[in-house]
Structures are given as C-alpha cells and as structure tokens.
C-alpha cells in the first residue's frame, strides 16, 4: 500500500519555466489537497478537491492550476514559475469527513531561480 | 475567522524533561483537533486527535485534551526522548461551506538533547 505518492522529490525551475507536480493516492480517498509549506508560515492551503471533476481554491491559488480527472491523481501544474514559489509542496488525502486524519505525501522541494 | 494559534518554537529541552506545546483555536462551530508531527525530511504523519469535548487523544506517550471552555488543545508528555525531535503541527478539521475545511498552526520545533 503506497499511500500518497509525490513526484519529483526535488525540482529547480527558472523564472518563467511551467511544469507539473505529480501526486497520486491508492486509498480511494475522495478529498485532495496541495499546500505549501514555507518557513514560520506553517501550511497553506493552494487548491484542494472533494471529488473527480471538482476542485476549487484554497488560501494560496494564483500561478497555480489543478484538476482531477481521476479518483487516485491530483496534480498541480505552475503555469509560469517565478522565485517566490520557492518552497516546499505537500499532497494530502482523505476520506472528507469531520473526523478524519489526512494522509501526506513526503514532499516536493521545489526552488525557482 | 477560523484559526489555529500555536507556542512558537524553538522549543529546546533536555532528554526525559516534561513537554507542553501550547495550542489555541477559533472557531465558528465544533471542529475535531488534531496534533501532527513532521521528522527532517518527511511529510506530515497523524500523532493525535479528539473530536469531540473533553476527548483525550494519546500516542507514543504524547496525550492532548479537547478543552472547549477555553478553546484548547495543549500537547503533553511526561519525559521526551532524542527521538521525539521533530516540529510539531496544531491542527482542526471544521465543516464550513459545505466541505470541511482543515486549518494548520505555524508548527512548533521541538529539539530534544541528550
């Protein structure tokens, strides 16, 4: 059982260069999340999905794009990268409900130069 | 709004000294609590949670209790160890809008030393 899955692990990006987070569950979770995590700031909420078909914004969402055409993958697409996205992103997962645990993947450390 | 307010760290304590990281919320309704942890390097894992009132979550020897009066869930452990190092995330889970909605603390690093 993999859990939450995240590629890649690391990425250098210049200013300008678009690409795509990939991030993937296997536990048939409805709701799906990306945050950012930078420092003395906690988490941050970017885009998160309750379903296939149905994303929407979270606390953070300029320069980024999601969809999620699949129950299993989530991926987060920087349309035109720029140094202040330097930072670490987080997938998560769940099942939606009020008493659940998120699951994490282990994190894409991403720097834009 | 909704809000979670954390001690900030560092928090640096000797092995087998006792541990409180303090944790506030706001927030319109009655959300579950969470306590997270993150080792260097690594995502996010579940240590604790309470969902309702005066629940007590424990794990690993780390407890919290569900204080609505005073808006609270404080995590405690008696005596922390080398390998408790680690930043420590406050967390709720709350229904709003027609989804639930979690909300993070800052985090709070905990350096325990030997």
């Known amino acids: 059982n993999a859990g939450v899955t995240q590629t890649p692990k690391f990425q250098v990006l210049k200013t300008g260069q678009s690409m795509t987070l990939q991030c993937a569950q296997d536990?048939?979770?409805?709701?799906m999340s990306w945050y950012r995590q930078d420092p003395g700031m906690g988490l941050r909420l970017i885009h998160y999905?309750?379903?296939?078909?149905?994303?929407d914004q979270g606390e953070v969402p300029n320069g980024y794009n999601v969809s999620r055409s699949t129950t299993e993958d989530f991926p987060l697409r920087l349309l035109s990268a720029a140094p202040s996205q330097t930072s670490v992103y987080f997938c998560?997962?769940?099942?939606?409900?009020?008493?659940?645990?998120?699951?994490f993947g282990p994190g894409t450390r991403l720097t834009v130069t | 709004g909704d809000s979670v307010t954390q001690m900030e760290g560092p928090v640096t304590l000797s092995e087998e000294a006792f541990l409180t990281i303090n944790c506030t919320y706001t927030?319109?309704?009655?959300?579950?609590l969470f306590w997270y942890v993150q080792y260097p390097g690594e995502g996010l894992q579940l240590l604790l949670k309470?969902?309702?009132?005066?629940d007590k979550g424990s794990n690993k020897g780390f407890e919290a209790t569900y204080r609505k009066e005073t808006t609270s869930f404080h995590l405690e452990k008696g005596s922390v160890q080398v390998s408790d190092s680690a930043v420590y995330f406050c967390?709720?889970?709350?229904?709003?809008?027609?989804?639930?909605?979690?909300?993070f603390g800052t985090g709070t690093r905990l350096k325990v030393l030997a």
């Open positions: 999905s309750v379903g296939a078909g149905i994303t």
């Open positions: 309470a969902t309702k009132a005066d």
């Open positions: 967390a709720l889970n709350l229904h709003t809008s027609g989804t639930y909605k979690y909300i």
């Open positions: 998560a997962s769940s099942y939606g409900t009020g008493v659940d645990e998120q699951y």
């Open positions: 927030a319109t309704g009655y959300p579950s």
């Open positions: 536990m048939n979770h409805e709701y």
